[in-house]
């Protein structure tokens, strides 16, 4: 498995967004462009698939821009990822349209998948609510204790 780049800004950008978003007023995409340092055209190509699954709305006109169309409690990584069109499987033998002639005796097979579940699992259980609840020095423990 492999988190594209379209796949991390989407989520880089929708946590800036519920960041700098105050009580719901639009935030344009130039602001999330120079917060993130992301480039411009990219947050419009992510946020047109994000708006498309209905994660977020638009606003257009003098002060318009993107917000949330759902509660931060309501939206997962998972959701975002799916928006942004990342594939989270981590065996590519998921991916083969033909049946594969090894599935009956690959014994890893079912571990892959079974990793696959508990991670979509998570990241289906895991709100934008959630990340900027615990903050960014939580996650950084977080992410030390995974890594050891």
């Not at 344009?28 to 209905?54: H, M, P, T």
């Not at 990340?131 to 204790?145: M, P």
Request: glycine content about 6%; some cysteine.
């Amino acid at each position: 498995m492999r988190i594209t780049t379209r796949g991390r800004y989407a989520l880089r950008a929708s946590l800036a967004l519920a960041k700098m978003s105050k009580n719901g007023e639009p935030v344009s995409i130039n602001s999330l462009s120079e917060e993130e340092n992301i480039s411009s055209v990219f947050l419009e190509q992510i946020f047109f698939k994000l708006r498309k699954a209905g994660i977020v709305s638009s606003v257009r006109g003098p002060g318009g821009g993107f917000c949330f169309a759902q509660p931060l409690d309501k939206l997962t990584v998972k959701a975002i990822m799916d928006a942004a069109g990342e594939d989270l499987e981590v065996s590519l033998c998921e991916k083969h349209e033909e049946e594969c002639a090894r599935e009956a005796d690959c014994m890893a097979h079912q571990v892959w998948v079974d990793v696959t579940t508990l991670m979509n699992d998570y990241l289906r259980s895991l709100s934008l609510a959630d990340i900027l609840a615990r903050g960014i020095k939580k996650w950084s423990k977080v992410l030390e204790n995974v890594a050891s």
